[in-house]
């Protein structure tokens, strides 16, 4: 039986609504987002036309325009009372969605229910092009890496497993043989990722300095480092902005963020200290030489694995559930994450090892009264059971 995320049911609802619609799916490279669709197509049994980008050199306005003709003469061949139109990795295509906009208004003006399912692995592009263009026209679901529920429903990953390989599907039967695993890390997925999802698609002017950013971040992950000394780390390193920009682009491309630190005000500016997150350990532990068995011995190494685990769950969630991630440092009192959703604050630390004490906790309750503080734990919630609730439930 072949496995089946959570969304498919949402699309499958949304795709049998009478009227025409625009659904977008987002999410890094290599999630499952051409699977799932394909799923929904299969299922549904409409006629339909899936068509992707990025397997056509040079696609353009033109190809677009083409895939989009092709439809409308399927469905009115078909006779059908709908016709689906899916396109991957629509941000290849330059002025994407001035193209959508136009051929999309063409059809509502002459009532053709082409319902169409854009696909794409750069939210940044992508969310700039609906903001700009489609505005009012378009429904959006993010997909996340693949969750420690989803990984042992599917693949029957132990918690061990997933802290250390994280959730990429795809990488999930090479986990026997850890070199080739992080071969296929490495270049299918982290260099993909950089090459494609952003340097082929974004104005990057120092592209070795990003992809130095992103080993440092993964070599620092869980850890708060100022964007000073993060030059004092790099060569070339141009200046803190350029930085914060390129952290920025390693963020929506699913694969490094740069948790901001929580000060309670409404309004806050942007931290010069942020606190590195992976959002996928297969990204932190690809990069090492050592092996899982060798990890697993050392405590305090071991407990650094699972506080990028939870804080990647934490990530990974915060975009489809509403939330905000942060972290909190006062002083030499520090709390690992912090949750905000509507007026709601809740602190979490993590504990792995056989010590305990979060002394952190007390001194956050202290200065800003928050509504939950958490110990994820042996002494509070097992990092096993914290792994498969969904963060919302927390609120």
């Known amino acids: 039986m072949t496995f089946e995320r959570p969304y498919i049911q949402q699309l499958i609802s949304r795709m049998n609504e009478p009227r025409g619609f625009i659904q977008v799916l987002m999410g890094p490279r290599q999630v499952g ?17 899936f068509v992707s980008a990025d397997a056509v050199a040079n696609a353009g306005e033109v190809w677009l325009e ?14 059908a009372n709908a016709f689906i139109l899916a396109i991957d990795e629509i941000q290849k295509i330059d002025n994407w969605s001035e193209v959508v906009k136009k051929l999309w208004d063409e059809d509502t003006r002459t009532n053709q229910n082409i319902k169409v399912i854009l696909l794409g692995s750069s939210r940044l592009l992508l969310q700039q092009g609906l903001t700009e263009s489609l505005a009012g026209r378009f429904e959006t679901t993010y997909l996340g890496h693949w969750s420690f529920l ?30 080739r695993w992080k071969k296929y890390v490495n270049d299918a997925l982290i260099e993909t990722s950089i090459s494609k999802d952003i340097l082929m698609l974004t104005r990057v002017d120092k592209p070795a300095l990003l992809r130095k950013l992103f080993e440092l971040g993964c070599l620092y992950s869980g850890q708060v480092l100022s964007y000073t000394k993060i030059v004092g780390q790099l060569q070339d390193a141009g200046n803190t902005t350029t930085l ?7 963020d929506t491309a699913g694969l490094l963020a740069g948790i901001e630190k929580y000060t309670g005000e409404q309004l806050r500016q942007r931290s010069s200290s942020p606190k590195f997150q992976v959002h996928n350990t297969a990204l932190l532990t690809a990069q090492q ?14 407990g650094r694995w699972v506080e990028a685990a939870i804080g990647a769950h934490l990530v990974n969630h915060q975009l489809s559930e509403g939330y905000t991630v942060h972290y909190w440092r006062h002083r030499n009192d520090e709390i690992d994450f912090v949750l905000e959703k509507k007026g709601k604050v809740i602190g979490l630390e993590v504990k792995s090892g056989a010590t305990q004490k979060a002394p952190g906790m007390e001194a956050f309750k202290k200065q800003h009264e928050p509504d939950k503080v958490l110990l994820v734990g042996n002494s509070g919630i097992p990092w096993q059971e914290f792994l498969k609730i969904s963060p919302t439930q927390l609120f």
């Open 33 to 49: 987002k051409s699977t799932l669709t394909g799923q929904v197509l299969a299922k549904l049994n409409a006629p339909h036309l």
């Open 244 to 250: 914060a920009h390129y952290l920025q682009l390693l």
């Open 150 to 179: 989803e990984m042992e429903q599917a693949f029957g990953v132990t918690a061990e497993q997933y802290v250390w390989f994280g959730g990429y599907p795809g990488a999930a039967s090479l986990m026997s043989d850890e070199d």
């Open 289 to 302: 030489g050592a092996a899982l068995k060798e990890v697993r011995l050392k405590p305090d190494v071991w």
């Open 66 to 79: 083409q895939q989009w003709e092709s439809a409308r003469l399927q469905w009115k061949a078909s006779e």
